[in-house]
């Protein structure tokens, strides 16, 4: 397990030495030269040669580095032990239920069912209006007194 530690901190080495190579390229159409005075062709590496150095610098890194991941990645997959019994708690104390044979149907229920009720209306609903109830805007017939 010590090589795979030695690999890690080389894997973070060349993931940083990535970024730095990228942030030192130039862009496009940009002049690195003009930013720090002078003449590209008096450079150590030539007119031409600054950038085909960094270009293929980062891309050797950049191999390596997705080596470096499809290894460990693989490794990972490769190297973990399967559990042999999960702790199911309570879970494992329960009897498990029999299965029923495929051309048997399951019997009926035991369990009484309950009438089912009519739920109360919500809050801010008009309930309905009764059968002998009078529509808005006409009167009801009076009804003489009974008794007297």
Known sequence: MQWMLILNVVYVLVAIAIIALVLMQRG???QAGS????GASGTVFGARGASN????STKWLAIVFFGISLFMAWYATHSARPTTQQ???VMSQL???PA???????KPSTVPSTPIQQAPAPAGTVPAAPQDAVPAGEQ??????QGG
């Open 28 to 30: 496009s159409g940009a």
């Open 87 to 89: 702790n199911l708690g």
């Open 95 to 97: 009897p498990a239920a």
């Open 140 to 145: 009801a017939p009076a009804t003489p007194p």
């Open 35 to 38: 930013g720090f005075g002078g």
């Open 53 to 56: 150095f960094l270009s293929k």
């Open 100 to 106: 029923a044979p495929a051309g048997e149907l399951p």
